[in-house]
């Protein structure tokens, strides 16, 4: 066993280091193994198991149902990335029960835990980094009402589409614009007013504050 521990600790180890340098360089992603079809997979097939009657009653589509939960939650956690930690830590974990002069049963038992919990741990990381991700995306929704900058002129009367830069949600965004107003150039301060697409917008120009004139 403890070449076996050092094959899944090495090969493991070599993977998930390659993963995360990648991961750096935004060369690859990771792919859910599972995934929605996984999830369809699993519930459909106990699904029309279920939908036979047998003598069981409601008492067995219960506990198949509590099964199916489980299963289908497992299978969620799957991807390249966690299997990857689940093995390099399995490795890792039997190797240490190994050190510490663990019985054979007692050292893979530690090297089971270890990658389990690694398992877990990673998809946890993994569904926060995504949640996060997600929360920190800026919604063009949230720029009307805004002022921006035009950063390539605008033609006037809808005669083309320039470009603006706003701030939205504390991030310097750039769009599409368009006006009805008159041609405004590089530089003029607007207001965005409208959605005109996904990423696209109608501004119009903010007056200049009135100058006061002084004797």
């Known amino acids: 066993m403890e070449q076996f521990y050092q094959v899944c600790a090495i090969?493991?180890?070599?993977?998930?280091?390659?993963?995360?340098?990648?991961?750096?360089?935004?060369?690859?992603?990771?792919?859910?193994?599972?995934?929605?079809?996984?999830?369809?997979?699993?519930?459909?097939?106990?699904?029309?198991a279920a939908g036979h009657d047998t003598s069981g009653g409601d008492a067995h589509q219960g506990?198949?149902?509590?099964?199916?939960?489980?299963?289908?939650?497992?299978?969620?956690?799957?991807?390249?990335?966690?299997?990857?930690?689940?093995i390099t830590f399995f490795g890792l974990g039997g190797l240490l029960g190994n050190a510490w002069g663990s019985?054979?049963?007692?050292?893979?038992?530690?090297?089971?835990?270890?990658?389990?919990a690694a398992l877990y741990i990673v998809a946890w990381m993994m569904q926060a980094l995504m949640r996060l991700r997600s929360d920190g995306t800026a919604h063009i929704e949230n720029a009307v009402g805004l002022a921006a900058v035009v950063y390539l002129t605008v033609p006037g009367q809808r005669a083309g589409k320039g470009k603006i830069t706003v701030m939205v949600q504390d991030r310097t965004m750039e769009y599409e614009a368009e006006t009805e107003h008159n041609t405004l150039p590089t530089g003029t301060q607007v207001q965005v007013v409208a959605l005109n697409g996904p990423d696209a917008v109608d501004v119009v120009p903010i007056p200049e504050p009135a100058r006061t004139s002084h004797a």
């Open 11 to 48: 090969l493991g180890g070599t993977i998930f280091a390659a993963q995360f340098l990648l991961s750096l360089l935004g060369l690859t992603g990771d792919h859910d193994l599972a995934g929605d079809s996984g999830g369809e997979h699993f519930s459909g097939d106990h699904s029309l």
């Open 63 to 86: 506990g198949a149902a509590g099964h199916d939960s489980a299963t289908a939650a497992f299978v969620r956690l799957l991807s390249v990335r966690t299997i990857v930690a689940a």
């Open 103 to 116: 019985h054979p049963m007692g050292s893979l038992a530690i090297a089971c835990g270890s990658g389990f």
